[in-house]
């Protein structure tokens, strides 16, 4: 099993840090939230997602700055992701009720984080079985009542008025092929990168990878703590193999792989080698944090939010990987 968390000692700083992102990060919406949702786009012939905005997440947007997608088949459907909120996820459901009224029989978190799983209910109470790996069901189970209780925070909401959602029932551990009627859909987790073993989903009828958060575009990616920045590169490379396929990131639009070579794989490589170089030379956290120019990826979005954030557990990672 890869290597899923930095040491536990790590400093009382860099925790607050991803409390801090955490509480700025959780755009729950109100129970009376709608509207939420346009209308998903058309991106192949079995695939269709909403294609979420860069911009922070706030009450006006309700939480609707990610990417979630549903695959249909002649016998049923495939979301991948569920969304923020409960209410989220009904609209979800009503949207794909204009396209077909097939039962939506799967649906997958493609990581642990908030946005990817926080609608499990409305999925669940649809029939759909939830998928997601062990590594990402632990950390859910770990980090659902801290997500809700900052959910809450952010909110202004009474404590304990958000509550963390129904985890996954399905544990994957190898690649495993779903049959929608006459369209495959390949799941395969993919080890360590944004998030402990996060899950891809193939479409090889359309040629198309729904990525989730392995691939960011427009905006600047986020390393948490959970993070194995190194071991991202690697599941990049693998993406590689899959010639002539459009991704679906987790963030930004469908496109290419090479759309994605500066906003993740390069911002990545520059970040892990540069800490990489640092802990081996002896120089502290602070100091390395100081010395990277990011300077280069200041235009992404949330690039003010994030970038010291990367550099300070990108070190932390390094630092591991040294021992």
């Given at each position: 099993?890869?290597?899923?968390?930095?040491?536990?000692?790590?400093?009382?700083?860099?925790?607050?840090?991803?409390?801090?992102?955490?509480l700025?990060?959780?755009?729950?919406?109100?129970?009376d939230a709608?509207?939420?949702?346009?209308?998903?786009?058309?991106?192949?012939?079995?695939?269709?997602?909403?294609?979420g905005?860069?911009?922070?997440?706030?009450?006006?947007?309700?939480?609707?700055?990610?990417?979630?997608?549903f695959?249909?088949?002649?016998?049923?459907?495939?979301?991948?992701?569920?969304?923020?909120?409960?209410?989220?996820?009904?609209?979800?459901?009503?949207?794909?009720r204009?396209?077909?009224?097939?039962?939506?029989?799967?649906?997958?978190?493609?990581?642990s984080?908030?946005?990817?799983?926080?609608?499990?209910?409305?999925?669940?109470?649809?029939?759909?079985?939830?998928?997601?790996?062990?590594?990402?069901?632990?950390?859910?189970?770990?980090?659902?009542?801290?997500?809700?209780?900052?959910?809450?925070?952010?909110?202004?909401?009474?404590?304990?008025?958000?509550?963390?959602?129904?985890?996954?029932?399905?544990g994957?551990?190898?690649?495993?092929t779903?049959?929608?009627?006459?369209?495959?859909?390949?799941?395969?987790?993919?080890?360590?990168?944004?998030?402990?073993?996060?899950?891809?989903?193939?479409?090889?009828a359309?040629?198309?990878?729904?990525?989730?958060?392995?691939?960011y575009?427009?905006?600047?990616?986020?390393i948490?703590?959970?993070?194995?920045?190194?071991?991202?590169?690697?599941?990049?490379?693998?993406?590689?193999?899959?010639?002539?396929?459009?991704?679906?990131?987790?963030?930004?639009?469908?496109?290419?792989?090479?759309?994605?070579?500066?906003?993740?794989?390069?911002?990545?490589?520059?970040?892990w080698?540069h800490?990489?170089?640092?802990?081996?030379?002896?120089?502290?956290?602070?100091?390395?944090?100081?010395?990277?120019?990011?300077?280069?990826?200041?235009?992404l979005?949330?690039f003010?939010?994030?970038?010291?954030v990367n550099?300070?557990?990108?070190?932390?990672?390094?630092?591991?990987?040294?021992?």
């Amino acid at each position: 099993m890869p290597k899923t968390n930095i040491p536990a000692a790590v400093g009382r700083a860099a925790r607050g840090l991803v409390l801090a992102l955490i509480l700025l990060a959780q755009p729950w919406g109100r129970a009376d939230a709608a509207g939420i949702l346009p209308a998903p786009e058309k991106v192949s012939d079995h695939v269709y997602a909403w294609i979420g905005p860069l911009d922070g997440p706030n009450k006006k947007n309700r939480g609707y700055r990610m990417n979630l997608s549903f695959v249909v088949g002649t016998q049923a459907v495939l979301v991948f992701d569920t969304g923020y909120t409960r209410e989220m996820a009904d609209e979800m459901i009503a949207h794909i009720r204009n396209f077909t009224p097939l039962p939506i029989r799967y649906a997958v978190n493609s990581n642990s984080q908030p946005h990817r799983h926080f609608g499990n209910e409305a999925f669940h109470a649809a029939g759909a079985e939830l998928i997601s790996t062990p590594e990402e069901i632990a950390r859910m189970a770990d980090m659902g009542g801290m997500f809700a209780q900052f959910g809450a925070q952010a909110l202004g909401l009474p404590d304990g008025s958000v509550k963390a959602p129904l985890s996954p029932v399905t544990g994957l551990t190898a690649a495993r092929t779903l049959d929608l009627g006459g369209v495959r859909v390949m799941l395969r987790p993919v080890g360590g990168n944004h998030t402990p073993n996060s899950v891809i989903a193939e479409i090889p009828a359309d040629k198309i990878i729904l990525a989730g958060d392995v691939l960011y575009s427009g905006r600047l990616l986020a390393i948490l703590d959970v993070s194995r920045t190194g071991h991202w590169l690697k599941v990049f490379d693998k993406l590689r193999d899959y010639k002539g396929y459009t991704f679906v990131p987790g963030h930004g639009r469908p496109a290419a792989l090479w759309d994605f070579e500066f906003p993740t794989y390069r911002y990545l490589a520059e970040t892990w080698t540069h800490m990489i170089r640092a802990v081996k030379a002896g120089v502290g956290l602070d100091d390395a944090v100081k010395a990277f120019d990011q300077s280069a990826f200041a235009k992404l979005a949330n690039f003010e939010l994030l970038a010291g954030v990367n550099a300070n557990w990108a070190y932390q990672q390094a630092e591991f990987e040294a021992l």
